[in-house]
């Protein structure tokens, strides 16, 4: 798995289906891969660390077009499926910029591993760091 530095797009939809400006997210609190198609429990994994209760949390993604076919040499990383729900988020917002910082983890971190948070703590220091420069 290839965890994100950072990432952006131009627009996106807010949970209302209204348009909002940019959206750059850094970090990965929560990644999906595959090399496979995008099929059913796939959908189900992605949708079990989304709530209706926290509708701004959102993962950001894509499939291959074609899961049957070999990818070109420079998709090949991303596998047939890439969704990541980001450990940080700017967006731009009617009149506001929003800054989320998400923390996810499994059942098998719920121990006080503290994985989750630590690493939403270096995408913290890192998106710090860069806006120092």
């Keep these: 798995r290839t965890e994100p530095a950072a990432f952006a797009c131009a627009s996106a939809a807010?949970?209302?289906?209204?348009?909002?400006g940019a959206v750059a997210g850094a970090g990965a609190a929560a990644l999906w891969t595959g090399a496979g198609a995008f099929g059913e429990e796939q959908v189900a994994a992605v949708a079990a660390a989304l709530s209706d209760r926290a509708p701004r949390v959102r993962a950001i993604g894509c499939v291959r077009f074609d899961a049957g076919t070999e990818p070109a040499d420079e998709w090949a990383p991303f596998g047939?499926?890439?969704?990541v729900l980001p450990s940080l988020e700017l967006r731009e917002c009617a009149g506001a910029t929003l800054l989320a910082a998400t923390?996810?983890?499994s059942d098998e971190e719920r121990g006080g591993s503290g994985?989750?948070?630590?690493?939403a703590a270096?995408?913290?220091?890192?998106a710090v760091t860069r806006?120092?420069?």
Aim: no cysteine; glycine share 14%; hydrophobic share 45%.
């Design 14 to 20: 807010g949970a209302e289906g209204a348009a909002h």
């Design 80 to 83: 047939g499926y890439y969704f």
């Design 103 to 105: 923390v996810a983890w």
């Design 115 to 119: 994985t989750a948070l630590s690493g």
């Design 122 to 126: 270096r995408s913290l220091d890192e």
């Design 131 to 133: 806006a120092e420069a």
